[in-house]
């Protein structure tokens, strides 16, 4: 019996939007709040190995859906929402070598995309960035600024960075703060 | 301090993504080994100038722990692998 309902409210609702930073148009930056559909974490169990195929089905072959960060451990997100019945069915097709962890309540997606992404986002992280390294669909788990963040490219100049819910408005001021000089448009419409 | 480890998973990461459990090459006594050889586990430590073996966690990271061989003086970087024994990786 449910007492009381627990409306879902978007982590970035409030978050500002708008033109800020240089008003150069020749490359510009591109915030967006993505959908808060799912966001699965997939772990393998010990001594398991060679479980990508089955992770490619739980992100049901959609590019860039499936976000490997550690060995055994990955990401499947999407911007469908999923009842308790669709994740089941998911953790079906595991058979018992991976489980599921249901973080679409918990982790919120923000896309990054520009011709200077790179340099914006090298202000916050270490990683290589560069195309060469970190190719479209490849993934990082490391730190923006002292956030922690799951980073993905998923376009020649677009990422996607998947972070803790209470965290995000904060990255997201960072990440406005770090695209100023060469101008951003940050959206947070749902 | 080393300042850029590399990861046998992420690849080079700054030192900020990790974090130091201490030297890699003490063993866990027996429940009865007695109190000198658990007090040594738990409190004695060397504090050597040169190569050392050290855990390292990749908090920031893949979550692994690894142990990095590193120097105490130059901070020279020599090997980093994953801590669990070969094929227990998950
Ligand atoms: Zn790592």
Request: contains cysteine.
């Amino acid at each position: 019996m449910v007492d009381f309902t627990l409306p879902h409210r978007p982590a970035l609702a409030d978050a500002k939007s708008g033109s800020f930073g240089a008003p150069a148009t020749g490359n510009r930056i591109m915030l967006a709040a993505l959908p808060e559909g799912h966001v699965l974490q997939v772990l393998g169990s010990k001594g398991s190995a060679g479980l990508e195929d089955l992770i490619r089905q739980i992100g049901g072959g959609n590019p860039n859906a499936v976000r490997a960060y550690s060995p055994g451990q990955w990401f499947v997100v999407g911007d469908a929402a999923l009842s308790p019945a669709d994740i089941s069915g998911k953790a079906a097709l595991l058979s018992g070598k991976a489980s599921i962890a249901d973080q679409s309540h918990g982790r919120v997606r923000i896309g990054i995309s520009g011709t200077a992404v790179e340099t914006v986002l090298a202000k916050g992280t270490a990683v290589d960035l560069h195309r060469a390294k970190f190719p479209v669909g490849h993934t990082a788990m490391t730190l923006i600024g002292h956030i922690s963040a799951l980073v993905t490219r998923t376009g020649e100049n677009g990422f996607e960075i998947l972070v803790l819910r209470g965290f995000a408005e904060s990255l997201w001021d960072e990440l406005i703060q770090m695209s100023l000089e060469f101008g951003v448009d940050a959206t947070v419409n749902h | 301090m080393a300042s850029l480890i590399a990861c046998p998973h992420c690849g080079p990461r700054p030192k900020e993504e990790f974090t130091i459990r201490g030297d890699a090459g003490i063993t866990r006594p027996t429940p009865d080994a007695g109190e000198d050889a658990w007090y040594a586990y738990v409190y004695l430590r060397d504090n050597p100038r040169g190569r050392h073996k050290e855990h390292w966690h990749h908090t920031s990271g893949c979550r692994r722990w690894l142990v990095v061989e590193r120097d105490t003086m130059t901070h020279a970087i020599y090997a980093v692998s994953d801590a669990s024994a070969p094929g227990e990786t998950a």
